[in-house]
């Protein structure tokens, strides 16, 4: 307990004579504040009043003066009330002036400005009684020779009692100066003593107590590095002991920690990688550059790949398919925004079999919003896919067979018409007319149907050639301009003036942003507010086109279901919006066959956009 109480005792002396010092230093600087303060409050007490009451005067006579002048030769009667008020003003601070003499020659100057005023607003009066003579041009020059010159006179009595209050306060300024540098030298000095007496104790203390500090710290360091079989002697008593007696508590509480800890993590590990693998769907894994980082059993035998051959490594090195990175890249690089397309059907030969897949990406981001990675899932659609080929072959057979009695109905109904087997009446004609319009509808229905037929068969032709995407989109968006104003809808451009040519059939790419901007119109709001912006942009070597609007909105659910055949939205009033819901399936085909993609963002109550890329010209 000695050396215990020999530290505590050291550190307690060294305590005291700093805080004799720090008090010695205090008192000698609040005396010296107070001196300045008192010299300070003497100024502001003895002349600030009066120099602020002799510039208020100054001001307040020459306002007089503009009054009296714009009353004798404005004929501004107005001007006499301004005139007297600054009377008011100037008898005020005039008073304040004679309650704060405290310079020689003040009280002197202050009875003149007195008796200069009273005259000064004397031949006012005097004016007020000739002013009717003036305005006839009897006699205007008793200003000049009256007023002014008094004015004047009062005007520099007020000057002078504003030089006689200025010169004073330069005179206690100085004096201030003085005794703040005074202040400031003796307390200089006695800062420095008390310094250098600190420094001295300081060095003092240093061998006792900071060595074993840095000591411990050497060994805190060692522990954050994760080695924490750390220990340090213990030695004495004193309050470096008992510190270095709970450091080694300390160290053996984390060893056994770290132990612990290492287990759970690997338990959560072994379990994580047990429903990974159970998962009956392809999983990849890839961080933030791309690299793989996990495959499950699904994923190896889809890809024919080994997850201890691909770890760690890029994965167009492991994977050489450009299709599935080209996904997780827009991913990567753009952080899952919903902006970019995050899912897509791909094909994989399995013996010589094609097998389909849906490549589903999805960004692993951090609460605090931080980006580690993606993780892709790939979804056997095989069988989904046969049954909708299925589904197409019977669409296609049911249309073709359809166009035949379609043909005779519209003969039948046109010879009808015509009166060409007789007259009809009008009753008649207005419902065969009903009949010939349903045959227009079930017509375009069932070229529709054949056209995305084609298209899904290969079987229609892409004339892919070089056009300029703003000038299509332009043109096509002047078919709807009347359309556009009779519904009171804004449509904007958002086109650069940079180089625009892409590859594809301008028609078909027409007949898309056509369905989309017919869409964007059935959808929004016709009270004025509704705006459509059609627009394109370059994106990852692609041109990005889109259509948006300010409707509803589309529920997220639907994001992928309205680009499949017959998929309709409904309406306010839960009804159908017309037409036979085979426009967004009709351009999802088109795009795909240009080698592009097509998705749509949207929330409910806020803007829809659809998006399509396609191949620029290089």
């Known amino acids: 307990m000695k050396k215990f109480r020999s530290i505590k005792s050291k550190i307690l002396t060294i305590y005291f004579v700093l805080i004799v010092a720090l008090i010695i230093s205090s008192v000698w600087s609040v005396i010296n504040f107070r001196r300045l303060n008192d010299s300070i409050d003497n100024i502001m007490e003895s002349n600030y009043r009066s120099i602020v009451a002799a510039q208020n005067m100054i001001e307040a006579i020459e306002r007089q003066d503009s009054a009296e002048l714009g009353y004798l030769f404005a004929n501004d009667k107005g001007m006499v009330d301004i005139f007297y008020y600054n009377q008011m003003q100037f008898l005020k601070y005039l008073s304040i002036a004679e309650d704060n003499i405290t310079e020689k020659d003040e009280s002197k100057t202050i009875d003149k400005l007195n008796k200069l005023y009273s005259q000064y607003m004397q031949s006012f009066l005097t004016l007020k009684e000739m002013y009717g003579k003036i305005q006839m041009g009897i006699d205007n020059s008793y200003y000049y020779n009256n007023i002014l010159p008094l004015f004047n006179s009062t005007k520099a009595e007020c000057r002078n009692l504003l030089n006689i209050n200025q010169e004073a306060m330069v005179v206690k ?56 079989g750390q220990k340090l002697e213990v030695e004495g008593n004193d309050e470096i002991a008992n510190l270095a007696y709970e450091f080694n508590i300390m160290s053996d509480k984390l060893k056994n920690y770290e132990m612990l800890n290492i287990n759970k993590l690997l338990k959560e590990k072994r379990k994580s990688e047990g429903i990974v693998e159970s998962i009956s769907d392809g999983v990849i894994v890839t961080d933030n550059s791309n690299n793989i980082t996990l495959v499950n059993r699904a994923a190896e035998k889809i890809l024919d790949i080994r997850e201890r051959e691909v770890l760690n490594k890029h994965f167009l090195e492991c994977i050489g398919r450009q299709d599935m990175f080209e996904i997780i890249n827009n991913v990567s690089v753009n952080k899952g925004y919903d902006e970019y397309k995050n899912y897509e059907d791909i094909t994989i030969k399995d013996n010589e079999i094609d097998k389909y897949y849906r490549i589903n990406v999805t960004p692993i981001i951090s609460d605090s919003g931080e980006y580690f990675g993606v993780v892709t899932l790939l979804q056997d659609i095989t069988k989904l896919k046969e049954i ?231």
């Open 173 to 228: 300024k100085n004096n201030a100066k003085n005794i703040a540098a005074k202040a400031t030298y003796s307390t200089i000095l006695l800062s420095i003593v008390i310094i250098l007496i600190g420094l001295i104790l300081l060095l003092y203390l240093t061998e006792e107590i900071v060595k074993p500090i840095h000591i411990l710290i050497e060994k805190i360091k060692k522990i954050s590095e994760g080695y924490y």
């Open 388 to 618: 909708d080929q299925v589904k197409s072959e019977f669409v296609s057979t049911v249309s073709h067979e359809f166009r035949t009695p379609l043909t005779s109905i519209s003969m039948g109904v046109d010879l009808l018409l015509e009166n060409t087997l007789g007259n009809i009446n009008d009753d008649q004609r207005e419902i065969i007319q009903a009949i010939k319009e349903d045959q227009i509808r079930l017509k375009k229905f069932v070229d529709e149907l054949l056209d995305l037929s084609r298209i899904q068969s290969g079987r229609m032709k892409m004339n892919i050639e070089k056009f300029d995407i703003k000038d299509m989109i332009e043109n096509t968006v002047r078919v709807f301009n009347l359309q556009l104003k009779e519904k009171n809808i804004k449509l904007n451009l958002e086109i650069n003036n940079r180089n625009n040519n892409v590859m594809g059939d301008i028609s078909k790419i027409s007949l898309v942003i056509s369905n989309l901007i017919g869409n964007a119109i059935r959808y929004t709001p016709t009270d004025g507010s509704g705006i459509i912006t059609v627009g394109c942009k370059f994106r990852n070597n692609k041109m990005l086109v889109y259509v948006s609007n300010n409707g509803a909105g589309i529920p997220k659910e639907y994001h992928k279901k309205i680009f499949e055949k017959f998929v309709q939205l409904k309406d306010d009033n839960n009804g159908s919006t017309g037409g036979a819901g085979l426009g967004l399936a009709i351009s999802k085909e088109i795009i795909n066959a240009h080698g592009g993609d097509i998705w749509v963002t949207s929330k409910e109550g806020e803007v829809t956009t659809f998006y399509f890329t396609l191949n620029i010209d290089k």
